[in-house]
């Protein structure tokens, strides 16, 4: 079965960095694009950056661009992203997801916050 899988948040001051991974499994990960969102309290979940199925084309939320970077190993099924200039509003439980029509699969999250 499809399962996709978060690590790496934790707790970090602002201007600081953190790097999360998602390691997948269950389906052929170098056909499909995967995506990073967030949600923070009492806000809807967003889309924070996509990257292609071999990793040509990536985009980004506005609110991160410039400071997140995505990417993947298609050798480790693996995707990343690379988060630096953290701010406080950066702070969001961070969902690593992969859409195999008609399905959309989530991992379980992983808690980023931001905090002096």
């Known amino acids: 079965q499809v399962q996709v899988v978060e690590s790496g948040g934790g707790l970090v001051q602002p201007g600081g960095s953190l790097r999360l991974s998602c390691v997948a499994s269950?389906?052929?990960?170098?056909?499909?694009?995967m995506s990073w969102y967030r949600q923070a309290p009492g806000k809807e979940r967003e889309l924070v950056a996509s990257i292609s199925s071999y990793g040509t084309n990536t985009n980004y939320a506005k609110s991160v661009k410039g400071r997140f970077t995505i990417s993947r190993d298609n050798a480790k099924n693996t995707v990343y992203l690379q988060m630096n200039s953290l701010k406080p509003e950066d702070t969001a439980v961070y969902y690593c997801?992969?859409?195999?029509?008609?399905?959309?699969?989530w991992g379980q999250g992983t808690q980023v916050t931001v905090s002096s």
């Open positions: 997801n992969v859409v195999r029509s008609p399905r959309a699969y």
């Open positions: 269950g389906f052929t990960f170098s056909m499909y694009g």
